[in-house]
T-cell receptor, first 112, second 113 residues
């Protein structure tokens, strides 16, 4: 039972490059979320999705793009990475009948 | 602006002590208040949650106290253990707002042996 996985776990990229962070869940949860975690800022919601093909902006969406063609996958793309996007990114999912969010292990992204 | 204010930022207690972490909110439409626990290198995990229709909820050594009139809620950890050393986040949600959790900034808890 894999649960929710993220890949890669660590990524170093250069300013201006496009990078995609992957999130996969095996539970068929309807809701999925992308957060970034930075010291002093806690967890900030980037995008979320209520179902396949339904996405909406969170608190800090600028510079990010998401898609959700399949229920189990929710990739996050940084179109042109900037140093301010250096962070730890967490994906989470939630079933319809509960507000509990299940988090993945995170991706540590460094933009040089 | 921060809608959920969490304090203290960090806390150290001795084993067996009772650390208390506090959160305050402004939006009276919030109707779900969870606490998440995060260990280094891991994602947060739900610890305990409460709805505003009850004033207290216990799960094992963890208790949430909720004061609706003061718009405050707190986490108490009874008989704290070194394994409880982690970062704790409070959050709040308005069920009519698409599952968007509003997070506190976190409290780093250390429990000395």
């Amino acid at each position: 039972d894999a649960g929710i996985t993220q890949s890669p776990r660590y990524k170093i990229t250069e300013t201006g490059r496009q990078v995609t962070l992957m999130c996969h869940q095996t539970w068929s949860h309807s809701y999925m979320f992308w957060y970034r975690q930075d010291l002093g800022h806690g967890l900030r919601l980037i995008y979320y999705s209520a179902a396949a093909d339904i996405t909406d902006k969170g608190e800090v969406p600028d510079g990010y793009v998401v898609s959700r063609s399949k229920t189990e996958n929710f990739p996050l793309t940084l179109e042109s990475a900037t140093r301010s996007q250096t962070s730890v990114y967490f994906c989470a999912s939630s079933v319809d009948t509960s507000y509990e969010q299940y988090f993945g292990p995170g991706t540590r992204l460094t933009v040089t | 602006q921060q809608q959920v204010k969490q304090s203290p930022q960090s806390l150290i207690v001795q084993k067996g002590g009772i650390p208390i972490i506090n959160c305050a909110y402004e939006n009276t439409a919030f109707d779900y208040f969870p606490w998440y626990q995060q260990f280094p290198g891991k994602g947060p995990a739900l610890l305990i949650a409460i709805r505003p229709d009850v004033s207290e909820k216990k799960e094992g050594r963890f208790t949430i106290s909720f004061n609706k009139s003061a718009k405050q809620f707190s986490l108490h950890i009874m008989d704290s253990q070194p394994g409880d050393s982690a970062t704790y986040f409070c959050a709040a949600l308005n069920a009519g707002n698409n599952r968007k959790l509003i997070w506190g900034l976190g409290t780093s808890l250390g429990v000395n042996p």
